[in-house]
Each structure stands twice: as C-alpha cells, then as structure tokens.
C-alpha cells in the first residue's frame, strides 16, 4: 500500500465504536456480567456501576485482570459468545473468572446455556488437540507464545470452524481500549471474518476528559481530547464530521499551548519540555497529514498560522530548528504540503516572517538570520539554502526592513495554476499517513504523561512549603544565643550588657552548621512524605480519570493539607503527639477513598520515620547550645585580654600624640588653609557658571518672546484677511439676491402687462365681431373691416432678459424693451 492509498478514508466495517452507554448498550453490560460475575457487574440506581471509567476500574481490580475482550455473533442455533484476558505482562498469566467457578463451566472450554454458547478462547486454543498446542497430559512441543486475546479469539474461532456459522454482524466489547493503531484495528478478526463490527468498551486508556486545576494541563488535556476524537471519527470513516472536528486543532488555545511550551522549556520540568517539543512536531505532521487527506484545506492551515497565534507557533518552531534538525524538517515539510495543493511561493513567505506589531520574528528570521541568533552551528544555512531552492524565501527577506516586513506579512491568500488539483496527483512521497499521525499524537499526549506531569506540579507546589529548616528554628538559635550571651557576661562583666554585633556575629557563624544538620536529618523525611502524597494523588488519578475538576481539586487540597499535617508533626518534635486525632481521621478518610489494604501498612513506617527525627532533634540542640556556649566565653576571655591591651595602647597613645603633637597642629593648618583656597575656587566657578547659565536662559526667554509676537501679529493679519474676503463674500451674496428680486419684479410687470394686452384684444376682437355683424350686408364693408383687423392681430413682446442679473447694459435693454411693450399695447 502506498502513501496516497494509506491516506484514504477507512472502508466502514467498523460500524461503531463508541464507550459504554446504559441507554444503548445494555446487552454489552449483561456480557460482562455474565463473565465477571453479578457481585462486580450489577445494576444501580443510575444504571450500570461500570458505567463510568471509575467504575470499570473499579469492577477491572476486584477481578484483577489486566484486560478482557469478548466476541459475539448469532448464528442459526442461537448466539455464540468467544471471551479471552490479556496476560499478565510481568508473570504471564491470567486470573480465573468468576464464570469458571461460579457456573457449568469446570475446566471445560465451551459452556451452552439455552442458545447462548460462551467460549473460553484460550482453553480452546490451550486444549487444541495439535503438536503446536499443548494438551492436558502432554508437553509443549513448539516455543511456548502469549498472543493477545483479539489473536486467541480469532485462533480459537478458526479451530472451532465457527466463520462459515455466522450471519450476523460482530459485536466486540472490552474492559479498557488500548488499540494503538486505528488503521489496523481488530486486523486479524477482519481477515478471517468479513463483516462490519461494533464495538464497545467500558473506558478508554486515552485522554477523554479535561478535569486538570492546572491551566497548562488542562489545555493539554483539551487537545487530547480534540485528537483522540477526530481518531475515533476516522476510525469508522466518519469524514464529513471529521472535517468538522478537525477544525478544533486550529482554536488559538491549542496553538497558544504549544508555543507557550516551547517557549518556555528551559523553565519547565524535563518531562514536560520533552512533551512540548514531540507534541509539536506531532502537531505540524497531523496538520500536513489533513491536509493530505482533504480532511482540511489548506486555506484553513494558511490562515490559521498567519494569526499572531500561528506566528508564534512558527517563530518557536524556528527558533527550536536551530539547534534540532527535525523541527526545520517537519515544518519545511509541512510548507510542501501547503505548496504542493496550490498556494504560491508569494503567500508562503507572508507566514515565514511576522510583522513589527506581533512582537515575534517569523520562522524564517529566527531560524536563518545571522544578525538576530549566531550561536548556532551550521543548521541555519543549510535551511536557508533549502528555502531559498524551493521559493519559500527570497534573499533579501531576512535583512529587510521591519516596514517592508509589515507589508510580506499582510499578503493575502494566492493560489497557483496547480490548485485545483487532487490530493492523489500531489506528489506526497514520504510524508506520513493520517492513521499514523493520528495514532502517534494519541501516544504522546497519553494519560499517562499527562498524569505525570500533574505530580511534578504538585511536588513543585508542596516542596517549597516544606522547608528543611523553618525560621522558627532559626529563631531558636537566636533565643540561644542571647540567652547564653546574657549568662555568660553575668559572670564576666556584671555592670555590663553583651555587644549586639557580637550576638550577631555568634548567629551568623552557628547558623550554617545548624542548617546543614537540619537538613540532613529532615531530607528523608520530608522526601518520604512529598513521596506518600505524591502516591496518594497519582493513585486517585488513576481510579478516578472521569472525576470532575472540582472533585479532583478537592482531593488534592485534602492530601496537600494531610502532608502538611505530617510535615508540622515532624518539625514540632515533641509539641504535637504523634497519633494526632486530625491526622488519624485524613488516614481513615484516605483509607475509605481508595480501600487500599496496604494503606495501614504504609501508616506505620511513617510514624516511625517520624519519630526518629525527634530523637535526634534534642542532640542538634543539645550540641548547638554546647557551641554557642564555649563561643560566648571564648569572646569573653578575649574582651578581659583585649581591655588590657587596650589600657596600655592608650597610655602610648598619650605619649606619641604629645611627641607629635605641634607637627601634627602645623600640618592641620595647612590642610585646612588649602581646603579653604579649594573652596573658594570651587565657589567662583560655580557662581560664574550659574551667571552663564542665567544670561543664556534671559536669550531663550528674549528669543521664545520675539518668536511668540511674531506669531500673534501673523495670527492678526490672517484674521484680518480673513474677515474682509468674508464681508466681500457677504456684500457679493447681497448684491446677487438683490438682482434676482429685480428680475423677479420685472418678469412679473410683464406677466400683467401681457395679461393686459391680452385683455384689451379680446375686447377688441369683440367689438369688430359685433361691427362685422352689424354690417355682414355689405361686402365691401367687411372686406375693408377684415383689412382693417389685419394690422392689430399681430402684437410681439419683447423677450425676458437672460445672462446676470444686476448689469448696467442689461438693464437698460430691460427699459427699452419695456418702453416698446407700453407701445405696442398702446398702438392695439
């Protein structure tokens, strides 16, 4: 099978796969109890007791088995049910069922119970009557095996001819999921039976759950998540809803928690920077992996990395590649991929550099850029070399401007002539598999790691609570001291009190030697407590993967607080009993919660752990009293030697200074004369430099005030300007207004005189209507009336003057045209 093929979604024969559900899957739950027995699989008010992944621990520790696996089918006799354990890693072996002593079983292989048929798969394949089986009364005869119970199953199914009586679908049930290959999946029972199958188990070994009081953990806990349910999509094919849940891996808290961790890896413990850094590099593969797969588009991951998010990511990625080859394979790797479905060389390099605002460098910059990081070796040229052969980069990107940075950075999305191609035309040789990348996350961020995690945190919480050596210890070794001080120089000295420098000086030297005692009698002890709490967390992990957060926060408070408890019981010594009724009832209450037998056991050594530092703590004592003691008369014999001595340098102090006397006065005077010369000179300078300064700051002042009246007069004559083109605006807007009233009275006159004349030849059309009439008789008379009517039927106006109102000329020509019309209408 080749790279593309392996890609390819999963044929559906895994029909379902899902946990344990009382609503759905109740016949699962009459399986388990029918083989583990009704007193460890039983019904409760809510349901089932392993209905949660407590309570298949749970009913898994009163069995003791490592795993169990069953097969169920119907045939045309009834059903038939195949069960087998998974061994024992350490010993081998497996335990006995409740169902081989507590019903027909015997030591037989195959029990029939109405139409049910329960097999026990490895008795089948133990009992095989063949040289390569062992029979009850004969010794091996090939190299002994201990195949897992899917390979027992199929085996013992083979032997028992039972494929060709199926006519059902299978249906598998486990106590604890631990497939590690979601591609190959119940393999070898598909080889020899080809039907679809569901299958249900009690809980997962994965991580389902976010319940961490760790921020960090948690959101590790999410991603987990997220991954192990795009597998669990992809195992039965699911890939529309695959493509929905693939989006969650490109959420900005994921990206954030990844960049944070490789951020921050000389800070953090050794398991969690390793975690960070493989998680990653898991992280870019499954993101090239969708890609492949078409289960994401490449759009999708471009812009997801171009997110300040993204960028971070990235930078971190590079930073990291400096100095670990496969980070700047995977992420070049993961850029090809990007590539080979279409999108340009031009908008690859806009997510390899970061623009000034992000506060980051790029992948590009802090992976190749001699001028930002060169304690690296020779991995940076040879990733500058490969991205500048395949296009990525251009040799000017990484010395370039921060301004011509900001623009790369805001390219928008482009894609090639090849975008529109298939993921089977891309050339993806050598990138890794969907299933594999998949199953490769899952195994990082495993529950075990992070459970591991979560006691270094709290071994880093509790440590520094428990001081080898208190400042209440401290404090009594002050106490010694002075109380030993005040007795001593009692003796010594009555009238006087014992120097202070001196106790502290005594305190100072007692000190390190009583921590360094201290420290080595408590280690073991507080080693041993953080060690028993530790214990006590990392077991309620275990038991109890599904507790809610505040459950599990609650649980850690209360083994917190019962180390501290034992913690203030060791250092107190004898203040506090050492069966203290608080303590005793945290025991009992821890007891109850995990119903462990070898908790009493464990209680016992503690106490007398316990009880040794009490021994030893008087001895420390006794031997540092001891000390301060011989120390405080040693300083007080020195006093009484040293006030001897000190009589005498007095009196030959007397002696020299009256010797020495006048030259030292004569001296004296000198000095003091020069010191005074000094003075004086040091004065006049600074009185000269304080006039300098006064008369260059009276310049700035004269200057700033010339500058200053300048600029009002300039103010001044602008608003002068300004105010005179505004009256000149207003008296032309005045003007204008007053021509357009001008023109709107004359067009009015001459609406009434037209209306006038209009009049006026209506009634003389009248009258010569009526003169017409009166003389129709005769012809000539009408004739010389019609020629008489002729003259007056014609009347013109003169037309309204256009152009700008307000003109001299225009105005005149308004008058004579006026003039004219009173004419013409006196003329008709």
């Known amino acids: 099978m080749n790279v593309t093929q392996a890609n390819r979604p999963l044929a559906p024969i895994v029909a379902l796969r899902s946990a344990f559900d009382p609503l759905f899957h109740d016949a699962s739950a009459i399986i388990f109890q029918k083989i583990m027995g009704a007193d460890v699989v039983h019904k409760t008010q809510d349901g089932w007791n392993i ?146 199958i569901e299958y249900v188990y009690l809980r997962d070994a994965g991580v389902r759950y976010v319940n961490s009081d760790v921020p960090t953990i948690a959101r590790l806990q999410a991603l987990a998540v997220a991954v192990n349910t795009l597998r669990d999509m992809r195992i039965v094919g699911d890939i529309t809803t695959m493509k929905q849940a693939a989006q969650a891996l490109l959420q900005e808290q994921h990206v954030t928690t990844l960049s944070k961790g490789l951020e921050h890896l000389r800070g953090d413990s ?220 009692k003796e010594k000295f009555p009238s006087e009190n014992p120097p202070p420098k001196l106790i502290d000086i005594i305190v100072s030297e007692i000190l390190p030697g009583f921590r360094r005692d201290m420290t080595e009698l408590r280690t073991a002890a507080v080693n041993q407590i953080i060690e028993r709490a530790i214990q006590q967390f990392g077991e309620f992990l275990a038991r109890h993967p599904d507790a809610t957060a505040e459950a599990l926060s609650t649980e850690k408070d209360s083994i917190m607080d019962s180390a501290l408890q034992r913690y203030r019981r060791m250092v107190a010594g004898e203040d506090l009993p050492l069966d203290s009724p608080s303590t005793d009832d945290v025991d009992s209450h821890r007891e109850e919660a995990t119903k462990a037998p070898s908790a009493t056991a464990t209680t016992a050594p503690c106490d007398d752990d316990e009880r040794a530092p009490r ?82 700051q009276q310049e700035v002042k004269s200057r700033a005030q010339q500058s200053a009246e300048q600029r009002v007069q300039q103010q001044v004559v602008s608003r002068w300007v300004h105010a005179t083109q505004e009256h000149t605006r207003q008296e032309a807007q005045r003007r204008a207004a007053e021509a357009v009233m001008q023109r709107h009275d004359m067009q009015q006159k001459i609406e009434a005189h037209a209306k006038a004349v209009a009049t006026q030849e209506t009634a003389a059309r009248q009258r010569r209507s009526e003169a017409l009439s009166a003389h129709s008789s005769t012809p000539s008379t009408s004739r010389q009336g019609s020629s008489q009517t002729q003259p007056s039927a014609v009347h013109t106006f003169p037309p309204i003057p256009q152009g700008p109102v307000g003109s001299t000329s225009k105005q005149k020509s308004s008058k004579d045209s006026r003039s004219n019309g009173d004419k013409i209408a006196m003329t008709g």
């Not at 010993?91 to 139409?115: M, N, Q, W």
């Not at 969907?434 to 709290?458: E, F, G, M, P, Q």
């Not at 102090?653 to 000095?671: P, S």
Request: net charge positive.
């Open 615 to 696: 021994q030893t703590h008087a001895q420390i004592f006794a031997s540092t009293q001891a000390n301060v003691e011989q120390r405080l008369k040693l300083a007080a014999d020195y006093k009484s030697s040293e006030q001897i001595k000190a009589r005498l340098a007095r009196q030959i102090k007397n002696r020299a200074a009256e010797t020495v006397g006048q030259r030292t006065k004569e001296e004296t005077t000198t000095r003091v004369t020069q010191a005074v010369q000094q003075r004086a000179m040091a004065t006049t300078q600074v009185y000269a430099q304080q006039a300098i300064l006064q008369r260059t």
């Open 270 to 489: 050794r398991t969690s920077a390793e975690l960070s850094q493989r998680m990653s590099l898991a992280y870019i593969e499954l993101l090239s992996a969708l890609v492949n797969a078409q289960v994401l588009c490449p759009t999708e991951v471009w812009r997801m990395l171009a997110t300040d998010a993204g960028c971070h990511l990235s930078s971190m990625v590079g930073r990291r590649a400096r100095y670990v080859r496969q980070f700047g394979d995977t992420y070049v790797a993961m850029l090809d991929t990007l590539f080979g479905h279409g999108i340009e060389a031009s908008s690859i390099l806009s997510i390899l550099v970061a623009t000034q605002a992000s506060g980051m460098e790029g992948f590009a910059r802090e992976l190749c850029a001699r001028s930002y990081r060169d304690d690296a070796g020779s991995l940076p040229k040879e990733f500058e070399k490969i991205l500048l052969k395949k296009g990525y980069i251009n040799p000017t990107a990484l010395t370039t401007s921060a301004s011509r940075r900001n623009v790369i950075a805001v390219r928008p999305l482009k894609f090639g002539p090849n975008a529109r191609k298939s993921a089977e035309m891309q050339n993806i040789e050598g990138s890794i598999s969907l299933d594999h990348a998949l199953d490769k996350t899952r195994a990082i961020l495993c529950k075990d790691v992070l459970d591991k995690i979560s006691l270094i945190n709290l071994d880093k919480i509790l440590r520094p609570r428990m001081p080898r050596v208190t400042s209440a210890d401290e404090a009594q070794v002050s106490r010694w001291v002075n109380s030993a001080a005040r007795k001593v120089w």
């Open 51 to 196: 209905a949660t992944p407590s309570g298949a621990i749970a009913a898994q520790e009163k069995i003791r088995a490592e795993n169990l696996m069953y097969v169920m089918y119907n045939t045309q006799d009834g059903t038939t049910i195949y069960f087998a354990q998974e061994l024992d890693p350490a010993t081998k072996t497996c335990p006995r069922l409740p169902i081989h002593y507590k019903s027909a079983f015997g030591e037989a292989d195959t029990v029939v119970e109405g139409k049910v048929t329960i097999v026990d798969a490895r008795r089948v394949v133990h009992n095989a009557p063949s040289s390569f089986y062992r029979v009850n009364d004969t010794e091996n005869t090939a190299r002994p095996v201990h195949p897992s119970a899917e390979n027992v199953i199929v085996e013992a199914m083979r032997i028992n001819k039972s494929v060709e009586q199926i006519e059902s679908r299978l249906y598998v049930g486990r106590m604890i999921d631990t497939e590690r290959d979601c591609h190959h999946l119940f393999s070898t029972l598909r080889t020899l039976v080809n039907r679809s």
